[in-house]
């Protein structure tokens, strides 16, 4: 009996994968076939998506990419997270994914991620509605009333966390600008102190972001529906405060974004859609902005020549400022060159933004290349910017490659590009000016071994140790 449901399910089995070879052959023998680019598909259901996370799981998740790339050119088609994937190591193509609309690519996610961003989603959500939020976000966090805020909570939250570090203990670095990015991102969304409610939010927020590459099976004790309750509960105390603001009176000058969305005369900006984008954009205060921040710090300690020049640049800075008797000002950290080129090629190496993913709504054409509707396209960011062909030793950390060189070039998009260019790039800059300043002219360490994880978020493995000596006054 055993044998008989060993052959039927065998036999189940072979008709899907047969099944499932004739749809994607019926699929490629399309007018289009010819402009395909190369590549393949790999297995059948799962393509080519192990190989994709075991390479991204290791200190070269470009490996993938340059595998294929080598035999079958920078655009190349393959299999991954279950669908027929384009692609693109090519900066061009990039760039015209990146800054495509909505009738040519809409934005493509895993399902769990889809799942508990909702559809109203910034992520998510296309045409006018999408760039009217975006545009108004865009303006608010351009604005010299956030910078001044968002300068004065950094300082404040960075001297705070810093003023506990001691030398007979490690500090760890990602650990310390989680926190600070997490206070300082909040209060500019909805204007929340620390205390009692911050802790609660974090905590949530924590369980949240757990489920966001989780499977997408929303039932109780699964990954994700823990994540979906945080979520709500999350989205619970953003209504307060709105239903707070419109009880008191929305003020006509904005103080965070929730003032800004809420001033805005568009009917579909509802209540719901406020306190969902709010809690989708607090998740550039757990990973990319103090990810910058620890990676800037695990690069400095391996390239001692950048380091002193940065802390020379720093102290300068800090000795005129302490004789005219004023303090720093959101301009005086940007103004800094050298430290902004330390950000710029930490943003090049670090790669946070790996890539991007769309489908296409229509067959499009690029470069000679068809890609089919239907099909997801990877514009693969990261391995530009380690392309040695862009870059002359890319894997190299040298910050003085961008001394008067254009950052605004196809070949450097560390936070996307287009209608959908991360909003928050000039304050991300602003926090890890302001954290390097804090840093180098206050301390001097010594960093322990640690190695960069780059999937499914990147982070450090260790999170990011050192030990700390401070510098006599």
Known sequence: MDNIWIMVVTAIFLCTVILYRNRLRLMLKSKHRKKLPLGTLGWPFIGETLEFIACA????????????????????KSHIFGSPTIVSTDADVNKFILQSDAKIFIPSYPK????????????????SLQRRIHGLIGAFFKSQQLKAQITRDMQKYVQESMANWREDYPIYIQDETKKIAFQVLVKALISLDPGEEMDLLKKKFQEFISGLMSLPINLPGTKLHQSLQAKKKMVKLVHRTIQARRNSGISKVPKDVVDVLLNDANEKLTDDLIADNTIDMMIPGEDSVPVLMTLATKYLSECPAA???????????KKLKDQLGEPLCWSDYLSLPFTQTVITETLRMGNIIIGAMRKAVKDIEIKGYIIPQGWCVLANLRSVHLDEKNYERPYQFNPWRWKDKDTS????????????????LDLAR?????????????????????????????????????WVKRVEP
Request: with cysteine; aromatic share 12%; charged share 25%.
């Open 307 to 317: 380091l002193q020049q940065l802390t020379e640049e720093n102290m300068e800075l």
């Open 409 to 424: 070039s196809c070949y450097f998009t560390p936070f996307g590009g287009g209608q959908r260019l991360c909003p928050g």
């Open 112 to 127: 769990s991620l889809m799942k508990l961003m909702g559809e109203s989603s910034i992520l998510l959500i296309n045409g």
């Open 57 to 76: 799981y290791t200190d070269r998740p470009e490996s993938f990419m340059d595998k294929r790339r080598s035999m079958y050119g920078k655009v190349f």
């Open 430 to 466: 602003l926090e890890a000016s302001i954290f390097l300043h804090h840093f180098v002219t206050q301390f001097r360490w010594y960093a322990e071994e640690d190695a960069i994880v780059n999937f499914p978020t990147v982070r450090m493995k260790k999170r990011m140790p050192i």
